[in-house]
């Protein structure tokens, strides 16, 4: 066989797992065409984008009503803003709705590679995975934007202002409207929110929670590969703390509630994976009892345990 044949046959497999990955790829981008066309179906009227749209500023509704403005509404300064707004949206969503054929490609593409044992312990975490962010993203939606908008809007008055719009043109005020009486003195400040924008803090607190709810899909993972373990998690359990206080503050408001709140579910994340982490070793140092390589006084963590051990007690020691 010549060089050449040599050199064909080995770049074979790889032109072969490129055509793949093309394959694939286009799949999940006509996947993604196709959720995205969906979100502007109409449906009693209005595309889909549009009720995803009025869901999404629902806390925010909520929250100026509840403060006063018997009529809120948000407004758009550029001709285009709205469009991309909603092409944000069926970006967003229609990517959610594609999510499972483009999972399944993926899925597609990898399994032939992995073991029959690789494929049953990786198949769990794709279908927890996406659950655990509707999880996350449920929680911010209902609980944590509606928090946050109270908090940003309780500064400002946000009631309606309509004073003088009759001496501008304007022959009926809109029903409900709140009459601001004339004054010479002193400024009017209220809230003329902007659609995008609002739409802006919604989505970050959704991805932002939704990202966090993968902490336990993350670190069992993670556990499970070997990369870290139950004990190292819960040796590092203070300084998880921080880390988690640090987030809150960076992804929160500066209201001490909502901060509060994500701390308390990130953190019970934590707890719940270290959990989950430990009944993956159990699982693991069983298997392995029973194929005969641990005995069975043997663990497969116990030098770890005992490295630490040490440690503690020359600590002990010192004091």
């Not at 990202?211 to 590092?236: E, I, N, W, Y």
Request: charged content about 20%; proline content about 5%; glycine content about 8%.
């Amino acid at each position: 066989m010549s060089d050449d044949d040599e050199i064909e046959d080995s770049s074979a497999p790889l032109i072969e797992h490129l055509a793949e990955l093309r394959t694939r790829l286009i799949r999940s981008i006509i996947a993604l065409l196709v959720g995205i066309t969906v979100m502007f179906v109409p449906i009693q009227g209005e595309f889909i984008a549009v009720h995803i749209l009025e869901f999404l500023l629902k806390p925010i509704e909520e929250t100026l009503r509840a403060l006063g403005d018997p009529s809120p509404t948000l407004q758009f300064t550029a001709p285009q803003e709205y469009l991309f707004t909603l092409f944000r949206i069926s970006l967003v969503f229609g990517f959610a709705l594609a999510f499972p054929v483009i999972a399944f490609q993926m899925w597609r593409f990898v399994a032939p590679g992995l073991y029959r044992s690789e494929k049953s312990a990786f198949l769990p975490f794709i279908i927890a995975s996406p659950m655990m962010f509707l999880l996350g993203a449920s929680f911010a939606h209902f609980v944590v934007t509606p928090l946050a908008m109270s908090f940003f809007l309780g500064f400002a008055d946000v009631s309606s202002v309509f004073a003088n719009l009759l001496g501008q043109g304007v022959d009926e005020l809109p029903e409900g409207a709140a009459i601001v009486p004339e004054s010479e003195t002193g400024l009017k400040v209220t809230f003329f929110g902007k659609v995008n924008e609002s739409l802006g803090i919604s989505l970050t607190f959704i991805m932002a929670f939704g990202l966090c709810f993968q902490l336990p899909v993350l670190l069992t993972l993670m556990g499970k590969a070997g990369l870290v373990s139950a004990r190292g998690l819960a040796s590092v359990r203070k300084y998880a703390m921080v880390g988690i206080l640090v987030l809150a503050a960076l992804v929160t408001p500066p209201d001490v509630v909502t901060q509060l709140i994500l701390f308390t579910a990130v953190y019970g994340l934590y707890e719940i994976s270290i959990q989950l982490v430990r009944m993956v070793e159990k699982k693991k140092v069983q298997k392995l009892r029973e194929e005969g390589i641990l005995g069975e006084d043997e663990d497969l963590y116990s030098e770890f345990e005992d490295d630490e051990g040490e440690a503690d007690g020359e600590e002990d020691a010192k004091a």
